[in-house]
Each structure stands twice: as C-alpha cells, then as structure tokens.
C-alpha cells in the first residue's frame, strides 16, 4: 500500500514544518499492517519522525529531509554516552542526541532514497582555544575551536529494533552522528552516502552500539569523526558485522571497534566479536582500523583487500588495550601510502594475541608529527596514540606474526614543509626542546618492547636512514 505525504498535508516547500503530516501517513500506513510512504520531490522541513514496524519510508527524486533547528520539534532523544557526560568540559555535559528519523523497538522498516540534511554549524558555538580543558591539536584544529550546543541532531536513531534497512539515500551536514543504532539487529545498509564535516566533533558515519548481523556495503562516507564505529555498549555484545566494496575519506578512523569507551553504566564487561572488512578504499584518514578494548574482549576481527593513502597523521592500523583483551586479529593484503605502519600496544603479555599481518605493501613518509609525540607525552589510551608511531611499534603483543610485508621509505617531510603558524603553536607547546630533535632520522623498522614470540617472516623492511 502507498501513502503519499501530500495527502496529509505536507507542503514540501522548506518552509512550513511538515513533520504532522509525514507521521499522520506513517501512522495511517500502520493501522493498516504497513506499507510504503512515500515523500515527492520537494524541501520538507520537519523534527521527529517516527517509524513503525512494516514501514518503508521512500524519498523519490528529488525529495529532501531538513532538520529543524528547533529542539522542541523533537520527540526522539538519546542521552549522550556516560564517557561524554563525564568529561571535565561543559562542552559534553548534559547533552543530547534529537533524533530526525527514529525508530524503537519495530520491525521491518526501511529508509530509501533521497536526501537528509541539517543546519550543521547552528549546534556549535566558537570557543576560547587557549582557555579549552582541550589539548590543542595542530592536524584537526576545528575539533578544539568549538563547543556542542545543549542537543544536537542525529540523522538516524534505532534503538532496539529489527529488520533494518538504509539504501541509496544522502546525508549531509549533519552536527553530529549520520547515524546511532543501538540494540538492533539484521541491518542493512547499502549505497549511502555521508558528507559530513571534517573539522566539527562527533560527526561520524554510522554508529552501531552492541548490534548484531550488521552488513554494510557499496557506501561513500565522507566524515569529521570515525565513518564506522562498532562498540560493545550497556545492552550486550556487538558480533557479525560485514564491512565491503566501501570508500571512506575522514580526519580519524576509517573503522573503529572498540570497548568500554562509550557505555552507559559501569561494572559492566561486554564483547566485540566476528568483524569482517574487505574490498574497501580509504581515500585519506589518520588510520585505516583501530582496535582499542577498555573492558571484556574483541576477537575475530579481519580486514583486507584494503587501498588506503593515508594523508593525516597516523598509523594504518592499532590494536590496544586498556583494561579489556583482544584476540585473533588477521590484517591482510593492504596497500598504504602514508606516515605510519601500524601499533599494537597491550597492557599486559596475553592482553593482545594471535595478530597475523600478512601480504602487505606500505609506502612511508617519515614526518615530524606536530600532532603527537612519544617523547613528550604520556602514552595515554585511546588518547592520540594513533598518531605517534612511523615505524611497526609492537608493545607487550603476544603470538604475531608479520609475513611478506614489504616496506618502502620515501623522502621524509620535515618542519621545513609545515605551515610557519602550525610550527609557531607546536614548539610554544614544546619549548625550550628546538624542533629540530624530533625530526625523524633514524628509524628501526620494527620496535618491540617486552613482546611474545613476534615472528618476522619472508618480509623486506628496512630501517630509516637519513
């Protein structure tokens, strides 16, 4: 059954608030067992809209989605993670996902076509840099230049659901999340495109907090945070995520699957398990996969058959832990042009095993990464430890095996190649050390502190003489 939103009112001329009459039709559509709802071409300015089972939501050509600014227009709100609220800043205190399209505890919806789009820069404000409780950063300045607005706008929210699907639409300038799904499970998300900002907080791809049976593929995600984060949250393990024929292009990390950083309550030990990432292209990022486990375990994850060029400062791949385990890691067939070859870092031997590296080819810039530095910091996780190493930097791991892994050193960019401003700010925060100690002249291509049985195998990688 079809059910057009003009027969319910909606104007379409992004003007008038059109939110009563897109969910009057969804309304109408359920009584009647489900159906398709159907939105013509035209600028539909709305707040919530939510889904009930048996619904496909189809924008046709031409149709778009706008998200009001109003948050009073919004009946659909998550809390911000408890990791957020418990920062020392104001700026993530008390806050609030809004969601535009929601939907809870429902079956069988779909959400196809068409544009969804906000007013992302109406949810921050410009802060003080210099008075920030913020490290200011040099590589994504922006990220420490504003603070969030009370409430910001998820493009998508799903909590407890089953059933879902996403495809062939376009979200753009979004504020924070295109999408958060939390306790759902068999999604599908297909031919999705995001553009997100590179330089506002939060504005990841999509977000899956503890789901299950999650496929992801053919998607552009273009975005200022992770483009896909997969977390073991509160409500249960997350498991059986497949990640394929994907682009992403962002600032931080291409895929990040991790634990205990974004839950809601304590005491509570959850797992991360059976994760698959293949055929994908990574067109810039400060990392292609990042593994970090604050609690319980992550196991089973792979990737491969990877084209990364990785022009932010960062490291192809890390695998931490802080509190947590990881186990059965395989990273296969990549291709990186970029300024740092991969870090596992544990806190104790067993915390991080069985890590296979295989059939992989790196071309690396030694640079003097502004951003971060061993020397000069604490190793703090997950805080910026992803920028730091150039080489293959292996801390307590246990059971690794590198194998036909060619490695290949170009010209290294120095100082001399930054902007003098970004030069100016980094040696204020290092002074009286002269940039010139950090530059990057002799590098080991493997450092292996306190390791288990790391095996080096049919590989060329020489060290870095300059």
């Given at each position: 059954?079809?059910?057009?939103?003009?027969?319910?009112?909606?104007?379409?001329?992004?003007?008038?608030?059109?939110?009563?009459?897109?969910?009057?039709?969804?309304?109408?559509?359920?009584?009647?067992?489900?159906?398709?709802?159907?939105?013509?071409?035209?600028?539909?300015?709305?707040?919530?809209?939510?889904?009930?089972?048996?619904?496909?939501?189809?924008?046709?050509?031409?149709?778009?989605?706008?998200?009001?600014?109003?948050?009073?227009?919004?009946?659909?709100?998550?809390?911000?993670?408890?990791?957020?609220?418990?920062?020392?800043?104001?700026?993530?205190?008390?806050?609030?996902?809004?969601?535009?399209?929601?939907?809870?505890?429902?079956?069988?919806?779909?959400?196809?076509?068409?544009?969804?789009?906000?007013?992302?820069?109406?949810?921050?404000?410009?802060?003080?840099?210099?008075?920030?409780?913020?490290?200011?950063?040099?590589?994504?300045?922006?990220?420490?230049?504003?603070?969030?607005?009370?409430?910001?706008?998820?493009?998508?929210?799903?909590?407890?659901?089953?059933?879902?699907?996403?495809?062939?639409?376009?979200?753009?300038?979004?504020?924070?999340?295109?999408?958060?799904?939390?306790?759902?499970?068999?999604?599908?998300?297909?031919?999705?495109?995001?553009?997100?900002?590179?330089?506002?907080?939060?504005?990841?791809?999509?977000?899956?907090?503890?789901?299950?049976?999650?496929?992801?593929?053919?998607?552009?995600?273009?975005?200022?945070?992770?483009?896909?984060?997969?977390?073991?949250?509160?409500?249960?393990?997350?498991?059986?995520?497949?990640?394929?024929?994907?682009?992403?292009?962002?600032s931080v990390h291409a895929v990040?699957?991790?634990?205990?950083?974004?839950?809601?309550?304590?005491?509570?030990?959850?797992?991360?398990?059976?994760?698959?990432?293949?055929?994908?292209?990574?067109?810039?990022?400060?990392?292609?996969?990042?593994?970090?486990?604050?609690?319980?375990?992550?196991?089973?994850?792979?990737?491969?058959?990877?084209?990364?060029?990785?022009?932010?400062?960062?490291?192809?791949?890390?695998?931490?832990?802080?509190?947590?385990?990881?186990?059965?890691?395989?990273?296969?067939?990549?291709?990186?042009?970029?300024?740092?070859?991969?870090?596992?870092?544990?806190?104790?031997?067993?915390?991080?095993?069985?890590?296979?590296?295989?059939?992989?080819?790196?071309?690396?810039?030694?640079?003097?990464?502004?951003?971060?530095?061993?020397?000069?910091?604490?190793?703090?996780?997950?805080?910026?430890?992803?920028?730091?190493?150039?080489?293959?930097?292996?801390?307590?791991?246990?059971?690794?095996l590198v194998k036909n892994v060619?490695?290949?050193?170009?010209?290294?960019?120095?100082?001399?190649?930054?902007?003098?401003?970004?030069?100016?700010?980094?040696?204020?925060?290092?002074?009286?050390?002269?940039?010139?100690?950090?530059?990057?002249?002799?590098?080991?291509?493997?450092?292996?502190?306190?390791?288990?049985?790391?095996?080096?195998?049919?590989?060329?990688?020489?060290?870095?003489?300059?």
């Open positions: 059954m079809l059910f057009n939103v003009k027969e319910y009112g909606a104007a379409g001329d992004g003007i008038t608030k059109d939110t009563s009459a897109i969910q009057d039709a969804i309304n109408e559509a359920e009584k009647l067992g489900g159906g398709t709802v159907c939105i013509p071409a035209g600028k539909y300015l709305c707040g919530s809209v939510v889904l009930m089972d048996n619904i496909t939501l189809e924008l046709l050509p031409g149709a778009e989605l706008i998200a009001s600014d109003d948050p009073e227009d919004y009946t659909c709100a998550i809390d911000f993670p408890q990791s957020f609220a418990e920062k020392k800043d104001d700026a993530f205190r008390e806050k609030r996902f809004l969601g535009l399209i929601c939907c809870k505890n429902v079956k069988n919806v779909t959400l196809r076509g068409g544009r969804l789009c906000a007013n992302d820069t109406a949810y921050f404000e410009k802060r003080n840099v210099d008075k920030s409780d913020f490290e200011p950063a040099i590589q994504a300045p922006a990220w420490f230049m504003y603070k969030v607005a009370k409430d910001r706008v998820a493009m998508i929210i799903c909590e407890n659901c089953e059933n879902i699907t996403i495809e062939d639409t376009r979200i753009e300038s979004y504020p924070c999340y295109a999408s958060w799904m939390i306790e759902c499970s068999d999604i599908r998300v297909t031919g999705v495109t995001t553009a997100g900002r590179k330089d506002l907080i939060n504005t990841d791809g999509f977000h899956f907090a503890s789901c299950r049976n999650v496929f992801i593929s053919s998607c552009y995600l273009h975005c200022g945070d992770d483009c896909i984060a997969i977390d073991a949250h509160e409500h249960g393990e997350s498991r059986d995520v497949v990640i394929t024929n994907c682009i992403f292009d962002t990040r699957v991790y634990t205990g950083i974004d839950s809601m309550a304590t005491g509570k030990k959850r797992n991360v398990k059976n994760i698959m990432i293949s055929g994908c292209t990574v067109k810039d990022a400060a990392g292609i996969l990042s593994i970090n486990a604050q609690d319980g375990i992550i196991e089973n994850v792979s990737i491969s058959n990877v084209n990364a060029t990785l022009d932010a400062e960062g490291t192809a791949f890390l695998i931490s832990t802080q509190g947590g385990e990881v186990h059965n890691v395989r990273i296969s067939n990549l291709s990186v042009i970029g300024n740092g070859c991969g870090m596992i870092h544990a806190e104790s031997i067993g915390d991080i095993s069985r890590v296979r590296i295989t059939d992989c080819e790196y071309v690396i810039t030694p640079k003097t990464k502004l951003h971060a530095q061993f020397d000069l910091m604490p190793l703090k996780f997950p805080r910026h430890c992803h920028f730091f190493p150039i080489c293959f930097h292996f801390e307590r791991a246990s059971d690794v060619n490695l290949t050193w170009t010209a290294p960019m120095y100082s001399d190649r930054r902007k003098p401003s970004d030069i100016a700010a980094f040696e204020k925060r290092i002074a009286p050390t002269p940039l010139s100690i950090l530059e990057p002249r002799h590098i080991k291509a493997f450092k292996l502190i306190d390791c288990d049985e790391v095996r080096i195998v049919d590989s060329v990688c020489p060290d870095f003489e300059c």
